[in-house]
């Protein structure tokens, strides 16, 4: 119930910008950042206008979903790890999710599931955040045959 009082707060004064949101999220907002467990977190790539926001660009990690078709795929179900324990899981309603805060050099796993694509299946890639500059994580998912 806390956590419905803080999202209602959140939006009475305007936003969710700095939030502080659970490590077991059900779903976080598009194209506002968020914070899990210490970690700036962003949802977004839907359309030319959000995924051009130059904000993006300030993310070390981006990660993307996929198909074989490098067609976009948005709805997905994501977790985050690092050496065996989940720092947060949400849904996402975009192609691209952003993190902030990682630590550079460190061994982490993304996790992520497109809700909307039976068969689809749970894909998982390791990744270390840059020191500098952003790095790109495909998450790539077979095309549905017939496309």
């Avoid at 890639?125 to 500098?132: E, G, K, M, R, W």
Wanted: contains cysteine; aromatic residues 8%.
């Amino acid at each position: 119930m806390k956590f419905v009082h803080l999202a209602a707060a959140a939006v009475a004064i305007g936003g969710t910008a700095g939030l502080i949101w659970p490590a077991h999220a059900a779903s976080i907002p598009m194209d506002q950042p968020i914070t899990v467990n210490g970690i700036e977190t962003a949802c977004s790539g839907i359309g030319d206008q959000a995924k051009e926001n130059p904000m993006w660009k300030t993310y070390p990690i981006r990660v993307e979903f996929s198909n074989g078709g490098a067609q976009y795929l948005s709805g997905a179900h994501v977790t985050l790890s690092q050496g065996g324990k989940t720092l947060t899981s949400f849904d996402c309603s975009g192609a691209w999710v952003l993190f902030k805060g990682l630590n550079a050099g460190s061994i982490y796993k993304i996790s992520a599931t497109i809700t909307d694509q039976p068969g689809a299946g749970e894909k998982s890639v390791n990744f270390q955040p840059p020191a500098s500059g952003q790095k790109r994580v495909v998450i790539q998912y077979p095309t549905p045959s017939g496309q």
